[in-house]
Nanobody
Framework: VQLQASGGGLVQAGGSLRLSCAASGRPFESQVMGWFRQAQGKEREFVAV??????TYYAEPVKGRFTISGLRDKTVYLQMNSLKPEDTAVYYC????????????????WGQGTQVTVSS
């Protein structure tokens, strides 16, 4: 399975971006697809996940601002609104054949990352 992330860019604080992650390759058996982010000098952290049953979960810092959707068409989206400078990071999409989702070690497949920069 290959994951291709896109949609990053530079935006002012308060603005919006929409990230996309398209899966391709062998039959898609992932239970969940999620987004992680890694700011410079920091560890990769969980952002949001969507499960095959359409359940969604979010990290506290992004609740109410980010929305994850998709999966059944093998594409996942992350709509990011009210962006803050602290959202600046490389965003990675990932897919897991396990129903567990919070830790990056649970994921089998990773996209290449897309840079999101929020200016103040």
């Amino acid at each position: 399975v290959q994951l291709q992330a896109s949609g990053g860019g530079l935006v002012q604080a308060g603005g919006s971006l929409r990230l996309s992650c398209a899966a391709s390759g062998r039959p898609f058996e992932s239970q969940v697809m999620g987004w992680f982010r890694q700011a410079q000098g920091k560890e990769r952290e969980f952002v949001a996940v969507i499960k095959w049953n359409s359940g969604t979960y979010y990290a506290e810092p992004v609740k109410g601002r980010f929305t994850i959707s998709g999966l059944r068409d093998k594409t996942v989206y992350l709509q990011m609104n009210s962006l803050k400078p602290e959202d600046t990071a490389v965003y990675y999409c990932a897919a897991s054949t396990s129903p567990r989702y919070y830790y990056s070690s649970e994921y089998n497949y990773w996209g290449q990352g897309t840079q999101v920069t929020v200016s103040s």
